[in-house]
């Protein structure tokens, strides 16, 4: 069975940084574009950045792009996301994900999905 597990969640002040991991297990996820997205309370979830199999190609949503970067550890079979200058709209749940298809920011398009961390940021 596929899992992806997310960590590195918690709480931070307005400025401050986290860095997400999402670690694969039960299968391989070579070949596959892994994604975070977010969702925030009373609202849907987003897109948050991606990045291709070979990471040498991301893409980020507006509201993250210069303060998030997105990397992978193929080897390990790990993503990351290095969130910097949080604010208080960054608070939500974010989820690690994964699909086959190439550059898509479709969530109907990811077929793995984390349980999600949660991050908080309030002063």
């Known amino acids: 069975q596929a899992l992806l597990v997310e960590s590195g969640g918690g709480q931070v002040q307005p400025g401050d940084s986290l860095r997400l991991s999402c670690a694969a297990s039960?299968?391989?996820?070579?070949?596959?574009?892994m994604a975070w997205f977010r969702q925030a309370p009373g609202k849907e979830r987003e897109f948050v950045a991606s990045?291709?199999?070979?990471?040498?190609?991301?893409f980020y949503a507006n509201s993250t792009k210069g303060r998030f970067t997105i990397t992978r550890d193929s080897a390990q079979k790990s993503v990351y996301l290095q969130m910097d200058s949080l604010q208080p709209e960054d608070t939500a749940v974010y989820y690690c994900?994964?699909?086959?298809?190439?550059?898509?920011?479709?969530?109907?398009?990811?077929?793995?999905w984390g349980q999600g961390t949660q991050v908080s940021v309030s002063s």
């Open positions: 039960g299968r391989t996820f070579n070949g596959y574009t």
């Open positions: 994900a994964a699909t086959f298809i190439k550059e898509t920011i479709n969530q109907r398009h990811y077929t793995y």
């Open positions: 990045i291709s199999w070979s990471g040498a190609s991301t």
